[in-house]
């Protein structure tokens, strides 16, 4: 059956120029419809966003796939009760400051608007909400299948971050339990769970916002594989990039940003501490019908459990591509992939932050533009039917 081609805007138009029409040939598989453009970003948050300026600025045919309904990134999802004055910070994306002065505007409103500003005042090829399938090799060119078609671009930059994949832990009797489970991605503030008591499983920043919020209005239980690493040292922001960068470039996960940096001992936190919400304790393990148990026998009841378990590397679709390595992260060198220099990871492993994503983006076009100054091999052979 051919597939209906998506409606665009018209001023996008010259993003999306059919490549190739492939019709059915014995039992060939088909493609209709394939556009084509030098580079396709794969998401429109900090780092997608970066990336389309600098791509923009040096003349370069692109286009941005965004799964999001508007513009923010991973901010637009974030609850309602983070404050942009509680945020470790934005870094302002290039060439245009944030200029937001209230901290008490919810994070997600204002920087969501700021990406929209962004977006229409640099003019960037945004397309939304179009959620990519699959990354494959096409031959000449990679394919991005997608919600709205397929496209064969010389060189794609994967910006997709982390939010759109959470990580849930499995423990013995979870589905038992009658209460709620829920994960940050979920989590809309502390008002929900007034006169509850809620088990906040996780030692990164999330949970310690969670718990701070919550203990406000319910009881709360603090659970942890490890000690939470309090420092009241200044991050070195530095030490903790090079740890995830030799990482990555061995081919393991980059693992968490409160591994390599510690959670700072603020006043809000000592605060909580003096109040004994920050009082800690270890994995349970077994979750029951009406709470959790640990080892020991210990028990503690609960209508609510909110994992603040992390986020991994939203990078389902590039499977085709077969990059992971055994040690089950994708080997990196600065933002390009060393299995497939046609695909650059902004915002993952050392790139993972805003300002990261903001470098990463510059330097992830500066190869890209150097890629495309080579001639493009023939298609020819790499199509069925060819």
């Known amino acids: 059956m051919r597939r209906t081609r998506p409606a665009y805007p018209e001023k996008l138009e010259k993003w999306h120029r059919p490549l190739l029409r492939w019709e059915e040939s014995g039992s060939a598989a088909v493609l209709l ?22 791509l923009r600025r040096t003349g370069v045919d692109h286009v941005v796939l965004d799964r999001s309904d508007g513009p923010g990134g991973a901010w637009r999802h974030r609850w309602p009760s983070l404050r942009l004055g509680g945020v470790h910070g934005i870094h302002d994306l290039p060439d245009s400051p944030l200029r937001e002065t209230d901290g008490a505007r919810p994070a997600a409103e204002v920087v969501s608007e700021y990406f929209e500003r962004y977006e229409s005042e640099m003019r960037l090829p945004v397309l939304r909400p179009v959620k990519v399938h699959a990354v494959r090799d096409g031959g000449a060119r990679l394919l991005v299948e997608s919600s709205a078609g397929t496209w064969a671009a ?91 960068e030799r990482r990555v470039r061995a081919g393991l996960p980059p693992g968490s940003v409160v591994s390599a940096t510690g959670l700072p001992n603020t006043g809000a936190v000592r605060a909580a501490w003096e109040r004994g919400v920050l009082t800690r304790l270890p994995m349970f393990e077994r979750i029951t019908a009406d709470g959790v148990e640990w080892a020991d026998g210990r028990t503690q009841r609960a209508d609510v459990i909110l994992w603040a378990t992390g986020f991994r590397p ?16 994708i080997r990196v060198a600065g933002t390009r992939a060393v299995a497939e220099p046609r695909l650059h990871l902004v915002g993952y492993g050392p790139s993972a932050s805003t300002i990261g994503a903001n470098r990463a983006g510059r330097a992830a076009v500066h190869e890209i533009h150097a890629l495309l100054r080579e001639p493009e091999r023939s298609l020819k052979g790499t199509c069925p039917g060819t």
Do not use: C, K, M
Not at 314 to 329: C, D, I, Q
């Open 314 to 329: 939203a990078l389902a679709h590039l499977a085709p591509l077969h990059l992971r390595e055994p040690g089950g992260g």
């Open 154 to 244: 010389r060189a794609v930059i994967n910006a997709t971050g982390t939010w759109e994949n959470p990580f849930w832990p499995h423990y013995p009797g979870q589905r038992r339990f009658t209460g709620r489970q829920l994960h940050t991605a979920d989590y809309r503030g502390p008002a929900e769970f007034r006169g509850q008591h809620v088990i906040v499983v996780g030692g990164g920043i999330s949970a310690v916002e969670h718990l701070l919020e919550i203990s406000e209005v319910a009881g709360t239980t603090w659970v942890t594989r490890r000690p939470p690493p309090f420092t009241d040292t200044p991050v070195d922001g530095r030490a903790a990039v090079a740890e995830v």
């Open 33 to 54: 419809d394939v556009r084509h453009s030098d580079v396709v970003v794969i998401g429109a948050g900090q780092a997608g966003l970066t990336s389309s300026y600098h």
